[in-house]
């Protein structure tokens, strides 16, 4: 059996619940966020289980959903998030999830799966 597809399921859906928590947390504004603090450690966390389950989703799945920036997000992990985390260019961080993060939740409701 292939189980594949049922774990791109609960990474996708991981992905959106940390979508979700992102945007309500932002809820506050950029300068909220800029002050540090609880508020932009919850959105840096969101951000890190949102591109680590979007890391660990399979290149099958990758491959079928080209809508979703991929290559954005793990550059996104690797240089800011996880890697570089001291290094987070906050700016950017704002405009992802201002901008991009809108988008590519909305694209995260029309991915497809592979069969079952």
Known sequence: MNDKPARDR?????MIDAAEEAKRESAEGK??????GLLQ?????DLIHFTESAEKTSPAFKSRNSRIPWSRLSRLRNRG????YAEADL???W???RDELP????????VT???E
Request: hydrophobic letters at 50%.
């Open 10 to 14: 609960l990474r996708v859906a991981a």
């Open 31 to 36: 300068t909220r966020f800029l002050e540090g």
């Open 41 to 45: 450690k919850a959105i840096l966390l």
């Open 81 to 84: 998030l996880v890697h570089d």
């Open 91 to 93: 700016e950017d961080v």
């Open 95 to 97: 405009r992802f999830v």
């Open 103 to 110: 988008r590519i939740r909305r694209a995260l409701d029309r």
């Open 113 to 115: 799966y592979a069969e």
